[in-house]
């Protein structure tokens, strides 16, 4: 049977074997160092220590006046004894200069030849040797005595080799000790490093980081979703392609590392990702994107930050928005087939009544009203797609009451417009404007006081008890050689001065939640063709919306970059 296949050791493990074999062998070869450096100096030390004795004993005026007399050992020897014992040496040996011992710990070998070599020290040389004598190996020193400038005897005092061995085992038990002690402190704190570190790394070994590593920057990479992380002091841990993209980051930028503060984001979308609380699918508007934007706090145990995605919503939003117009254009369809029904009803009811000249003129009537619109629109708008949404939002108008008026001065002739500037934005800018513009004006400037409610309307021109007037939405479209002009007007309640800067933000509306994307979405089609959007009050009392985009080159694409700044009034 096939044994299972041992998971490899964690990381943290790995390290912590790794760090004991390490410290071990530093411990160890410190502890030999000092060995060997401890046993030199206790070498040097005892030839020191015997040096200083020999020199001394040379030295000595009674040790000269001994060797006068007779019998120098009678004298010599219980002095050489004392010195021995009070010094701690093993021997103090002194001898004529044919090496004949006058004393000697071993009172047998007084009188014998003196065991090591003597020709230095009878030039008049101090020297230094180890030689193994009748009492064993020692380190010892031989010096000569002196009397008179003549060299009359030797001195040779030692101490054995494992007299010196065992100070320095003594030594070493100490050494022993501390380098248990260091190895084993060493070992509890690479212990308590590796459980922490076995903790940030999930147990996880080195191949497991680096796979999941690799993992990591592939998805990062490979996700058409944004994705930011912020540390617990909202920096910026990590952004992917998509995020700086969504984010309009240039890719040199360097984002990792900058507070979300730094980034000049718009106020709404920092205060999202600022927010501690999650968010789910919140729809923000950067200069030129609408993005959806969801957080979430990342805890475990303490705050560490935040994990947040970005989902890109600008042509999900237009799509919605050509739904929309396309729904209206089906309500306005229909409801024109039922007036359709209702005028061939009267007209029948009228010829059946025999007044057939009214009759004809009936049906001429409505028949002269739509063709002068239509001949209008087709005459001074040569652009399909901007013909066919003001005729649509007309129809639509009209079904509220509310009549769209195109301006004298409008004139775009075909192929005035370059291939660069999309349709999608075309109809984007002006079919919200014009859907704004049919909602103010079908309320009226009795709408104002709705409007004043939310801080944002002022009261029509129309005067204290004068006679109503039909809402009306007058469009302007006309091209020259340098830009193409949009403007809509309305005889609504129209939008203060007070309001002038917040109407272009995510949200603004006066018709409730869940509107307020129109004109957001208007100027963000603006600033992404280098246009600008300015609002002031129209003729009529309401509110006028401008438009201008820049038509530059009517083959190529505008240039990379081209921003115009907005104007608000």
């Known amino acids: 049977m096939r044994l299972p296949r ?11 074997a790794m760090q004991v074999v390490l410290i071990a062998a530093v411990v160890a070869g410190c502890a030999v160092f000092a060995y060997v450096s401890g046993s030199a ?24 006046e001994a060797i006068r007399t007779p019998d120098p050992s009678a004298v010599l020897q219980p002095y050489a004894e004392r010195v021995r014992e009070d010094t701690g040496i093993a021997f103090v040996t002194i001898m004529d200069t044919e090496r004949v011992r006058w004393t000697h710990p071993d009172t047998s070998q007084i009188g014998d030849t003196f065991l ?6 009878l030039r008049g040389q101090t020297f230094t040797e180890t030689y193994t004598g009748t009492l064993g190996p020692s380190i010892r020193v031989v010096t000569p005595i002196r009397d ?19 100070q320095v085992r003594e030594q070493l038990g100490a050494l022993a000790l501390a380098a248990g002690g260091a190895l084993a402190l060493g070992g509890i704190g690479t212990y308590v490093i590796n459980a922490r570190l076995r903790r940030h790394t999930h147990g996880m070994n080195a191949a497991e980081l680096s796979r999941l590593h690799d993992y990591h920057q592939a998805t990062l990479h490979a996700v058409r979703e944004g994705l930011l992380m912020l540390d617990g002091r909202r920096r910026i841990a990590l952004i992917n392609d998509a995020g700086r993209e969504l984010l309009g980051l240039a890719p040199d930028t360097e984002a990792v590392g900058r507070t979300v503060d730094e980034l000049a984001l718009p106020a709404p979308l920092t205060g999202a990702l600022l927010a501690s609380e999650s968010r789910v699918d919140e729809l923000h508007l950067t200069a030129d994107r609408v993005i959806v934007v969801n957080t979430r706090p990342v805890v475990g145990g303490e705050r560490r930050g935040t994990v947040v995605t970005l989902r890109d919503h600008t042509e999900l939003q237009a799509l919605t928005g050509e739904l929309d117009s396309e729904r209206g254009f089906t309500q306005a369809l229909r409801s024109q087939a039922h007036e359709a029904a209702n005028r061939l009803h009267t007209v029948v009811s009228l010829i059946e009544l025999g007044r057939v000249e009214e009759a004809v003129d009936f049906a001429t009537a409505e028949l002269e009203l739509a063709q002068v619109l239509t001949d209008r629109v087709v005459g001074a708008v040569e652009e399909p797609v901007l013909a066919a949404l003001l005729l649509g939002k007309a129809a ?8 769209l008026v195109l301006a004298e001065d409008s004139l775009i002739d075909d192929g005035a417009l370059p291939p660069s500037l999309a349709q999608r934005d075309l109809v984007t800018i002006l079919g919200n404007l014009i859907d704004n513009a049919v909602d103010a004006a079908s309320e009226g400037p009795e709408g104002a006081e709705g409007l004043e409610e939310s801080g944002a309307a002022v009261p029509g021109p129309r005067a204290a008890g004068g006679p109503a007037r039909r809402a009306r939405v007058t469009v302007t479209a006309l091209a020259d050689e340098r830009e193409l002009l949009l403007r809509v007007a309305d005889t609504g309640a129209g939008i203060g001065p007070e309001a002038a800067d917040e109407v272009f933000r995510r949200g603004w509306s006066t018709h409730g939640a869940g509107r307020g994307l129109g004109l957001a979405l208007v100027r963000q089609a603006a600033h992404r063709n280098g246009g600008t959007v300015e609002l002031d009050a129209g003729p009529d009392g309401g509110a006028r919306f401008t438009v201008r ?21």
């Not at 639509?396 to 009549?403: K, Y």
């Open 549 to 569: 985009l820049p038509l530059g080159d009517r083959t190529a694409g505008p240039a990379a970059g081209a921003r115009a700044k907005e104007v608000t009034a």
């Open 116 to 121: 090591g070599n003597t020709a230095q020290a």
């Open 41 to 64: 100096q206790a070498e040097e030390t005892a030839a020191r220590q015997v040096r200083v004795a020999a020199l001394a004993v040379a030295d000595s005026p009674s040790v000269r």
């Open 148 to 166: 008179g400038g003549e060299i009359v005897g030797l001195v040779s005092a030692g101490i054995t080799v494992d007299r010196v061995s065992l």
């Open 6 to 16: 041992a998971r490899p050791r964690s990381l943290a493990g790995q390290l912590f």
């Open 396 to 403: 639509q108008a009209n079904e509220r009451g509310v009549e």
